[in-house]
C-alpha cells in the first residue's frame, strides 16, 4: 500500500466497483490516515479523535510528514548491517563442534 500511494496508483487500492466516481486527493488522505492507524506499535497509532480530525483536514498533513521522516529512520535501520551479527559470527567461526556444544 505504501508503494502504491507514493506511486499515486490509487485506482489499484480503490473498489472498482465506485467507477473512478471519487476525489484522488480525498482517497490519498483516507490511505494515509490508515496507514497511520496500523502502526505496529500501539503508542505510534493515533487516538480515535485525531483519526476524526485527520478526516476532517485538519492535522494530517503534518502528522503524515513527521511519519514519513521516522519511517525512512526506520528503513535505513532495518537494511544496515547488524554489528551484533557480525560480531557473532566472528567468534563462532574458528571453534571445533565439540567447543561448540560445552557448557555455556
Known sequence: ?????????LEMLVDPDLQN???????E???QV???CTQSSPMDRPKMSDVVRMLEGD???ERWEEWQKVE???????LAPSR??????????NLHA???SGPR
Do not use: C, P
Not at 72 to 78: A, H, K, L, P, T
Open 59 to 61: 492535522g494530517l498533513a
Open 98 to 100: 565439540v567447543e561448540l
Open 1 to 9: 500500500v505504501k508503494a502504491l500511494l507514493k506511486e499515486k496508483k
Open 84 to 93: 551484533n551479527s557480525e560480531w557473532l559470527l566472528d567468534s563462532t567461526e
Open 21 to 27: 466516481n471519487y476525489v484522488d486527493s480525498e482517497v
Open 29 to 31: 488522505q483516507l490511505i
Open 34 to 36: 490508515a496507514l497511520l
Open 72 to 78: 525512512v529512520v526506520r528503513q535505513d535501520i532495518e
